[in-house]
């Protein structure tokens, strides 16, 4: 899982900045550029605020965070559509 793609993916979609995510999920803001950047690595605790910050469910943000060895049934461009319409249905 790279969660760190999956949250930049989501928050730049949404125009979440790295400032407001990191107070909806009361982190420092550098420590959003470290995840991202894939320095760092979320816990569970911070997975879940991370996907309640996104208004969708957990299991959205995860497949949305998946890679390509994560999902060998598809491939990587229908793994980029399927992320875009996961963020398209967590803003129903």
Do not use: C, W
């Amino acid at each position: 899982m790279n969660y760190g793609r999956g949250m930049f993916l989501a928050r730049t979609k949404l125009g979440i900045s790295k400032r407001r995510l990191a107070k909806l999920v009361d982190v420092d803001p550098s420590y959003i550029t470290h995840l991202e950047a894939g320095r760092r690595k979320p816990g569970r605790d911070l997975i879940e605020k991370l996907a309640s910050a996104f208004e969708m469910s957990l299991q959205h943000f995860t497949l949305m965070s998946s890679e390509e060895a994560d999902l060998k049934m598809i491939s990587p461009a229908e793994a980029a559509v399927l992320a875009e319409r996961l963020i398209e249905l967590s803003k129903v």
